[in-house]
Each structure stands twice: as C-alpha cells, then as structure tokens.
C-alpha cells in the first residue's frame, strides 16, 4: 500500500449553514463514496478529515454536533483513520504526514469541501511535500464568494445577483487551471474508475 484517498471535511457542518443551499454539488456525499470505494478495493488507505474550531460557537463547533461525516458515508472504525484539523490544511494542526509516512504512502488521491479552501491548500502543501497527488475534481463542493468588499450582512439572494459575485463553478474551473501540473494531475471520478476496470 503506497496510496491513500484523503477525504476532506465532508461533514454535517456544511450542511447546517445557510448557506448550503449554494453549494455546488448537493450530492458531493455520493461522488466521494465512490471513490472510497475504489479505494478500498485496491487496498488503498483511506483517511478521514473534520474541520474542527472548537469554542467558536458555530457549525464547525463540535459541541454542537455538527462535526462529524455526512450521513451518506461509513467510516471503517478498525482501518481508516479519523483526523480533526483546526486549520485549513490537513497537514499543519495533524498528524497526518506522520501517519501517511509510517504506512509508506507516496501517492494521494485528494476530495472534499470546499474546492478552493481546505481542498486547495491541502493539495498544495502535499505537493510541495513531494506527495503525488491527484486532485478529483467533481469530488469536491464548494459555495460562491462574495467580493471582499461587500457587506457581509446582505442575504444569500443579494449575493447571488451581485456581478461581482465568484460563481462556484468559476472557483472550481480556477482550482483546476491552478494545480494541475504544478500540485496535482486533474482528474474525475470516472475516469478513476476506467482505470480501475470497473465502476466502484
């Protein structure tokens, strides 16, 4: 075992914002079971990430409960791990590089929410930690974002008709531009699963 598939923050907390209603991709829960999927079946390992800020009093509290996998995905309790990290990178505030050097795992297949954010920058630091990555890249979610100088108390609907608004999808496209060939090999989950020789 060299690979492992690194699923990062898809959990309830994304759920409980408002904001979810935005998301890119509601059924992001779906695309990432497939790939745990293959992952398991080529004996790869598979390590579960949370975003945790606790005392913050918001969804990513886990005093209130919210932090914890989406309902649609199983952790194997015995084999994969579960981190919490309490910054955007699973690497900084985690074990995790420790965790993956100990098995040998030179190669990381990398998804979650949010594309751009904790998606991204994990991505990028394992790249410049001389992992292999591959970036899937409809098995990540993300939200539009509001231009930095508007008021952050408007509503979900004034932010959507802002023209100066980042469109998820945008945000997406860029993330791809940015990391492929410098961080990461770009890929989809159907892809990985012709490789595989079958769907998960």
């Not at 919210?66 to 994969?80: N, P, Q």
């Not at 505030?93 to 190669?107: A, D, H, K, S, V």
């Not at 023209?163 to 770009?186: N, V």
Request: glycine share 6%.
């Amino acid at each position: 075992m060299t690979r492992a598939l690194i699923v990062i923050d898809v959990q309830e907390s994304f759920r409980a914002r408002p904001l979810w209603e935005t998301i890119s991709d509601p059924e992001i829960a779906g695309q990432v079971d497939r790939l745990v999927r293959l992952a398991r079946r080529a004996g790869d390992l598979v390590v579960w990430v949370l975003h945790a800020e606790p005392g913050s009093g918001d969804v990513f509290d886990p005093a209130l409960g919210h932090v914890r996998l989406m309902a649609e995905l199983e952790r194997r309790d015995d084999t994969e791990p579960l981190i919490h990290k309490t910054s955007h990178n699973a690497f900084t505030t985690t074990n995790l590089q420790q965790l993956l050097t100990e098995r040998g795992i030179r190669e990381l297949t990398v998804c979650g929410i949010r594309t751009e954010q904790c998606v991204e920058t994990t991505t990028r630091v394992a790249g410049d930690l001389g992992y292999l990555v591959t970036l899937v890249i409809d098995a990540t979610a993300t939200n539009p974002i509001p231009h930095r100088d508007a008021p952050a108390d408007r509503s979900i609907a004034e932010m959507l008709s802002d023209p100066r608004t980042l469109s998820a999808q945008e945000i997406i496209r860029r993330t791809e531009y940015a990391l492929a060939g410098r961080f990461a090999t770009i890929a989809t989950v159907e892809q990985l699963e012709a490789a595989a020789g079958s769907p998960a």
